[in-house]
């Protein structure tokens, strides 16, 4: 366990691939306390597992870097190995592997924080660079976890 690594980790920037976005300054730590918002505000009884799966599920990517959702989506064979990097690098932060559970929930937190992120910092974008499909995907799960409304009201539509 290292919490040198731990506190360094957060300091990852994200969006640093994407033109549009690689100048807002947004960091996994920030990523991190929103996702875990999001489930606060949306989950009707989260667990305390899932909270901290939110709150340090990104931290592999200190070892790895972040690659942008739509790349993971097209070359599954590479996410899979990143996740497996990540996986093994937040094993060696938190000194204990564990997989996360309600994967699902922390799937639609994750990417409901990139898509508000990506409205409020680059609204011009948002007809592209797979962000319809991801609204697509976040309603259909949104439908799922049974979360309609609290996602409508997240991007605007309440």
Do not use: Q, Y
């Given at each position: 366990?290292?919490?040198?690594?731990?506190?360094?980790?957060?300091?990852?920037?994200?969006?640093?691939?994407?033109?549009?976005?690689?100048?807002?300054?947004?960091?996994?730590?920030?990523?991190?306390?929103?996702?875990?918002?999001?489930?606060?505000?949306?989950?009707?009884?989260?667990?305390?597992?899932?909270?901290?799966?939110?709150?340090?599920?990104?931290?592999?990517?200190?070892?790895?870097?972040?690659?942008?959702?739509?790349?993971?989506d097209k070359f599954p064979v590479i996410a899979d190995a990143l996740e497996e990097l990540e996986y093994i690098a937040r094993c060696e932060i938190w000194g204990h592997c564990e997989e996360f559970h309600e994967r699902q929930w922390l799937k639609f937190a994750d990417r409901l924080d990139a898509y508000m992120w990506a409205r409020h910092h680059a609204p011009h974008a948002m007809g592209g660079d797979g962000w319809p499909d991801a609204y697509d995907w976040l309603g259909a799960q949104a439908n799922i976890l049974n979360c309609v409304d609290g996602f409508h009201n997240a991007v605007g539509l309440d």
């Open positions: 366990m290292s919490l040198h690594k731990a506190f360094l980790a957060g300091f990852v920037r994200r969006w640093h691939t994407n033109p549009d976005l690689a100048h807002t300054c947004d960091r996994i730590d920030g990523h991190s306390g929103r996702v875990a918002r999001i489930i606060l505000m949306l989950h009707p009884d989260p667990s305390v597992e899932l909270l901290r799966a939110a709150l340090i599920h990104d931290d592999g990517e200190f070892a790895v870097g972040d690659m942008k959702a739509p790349s993971k």
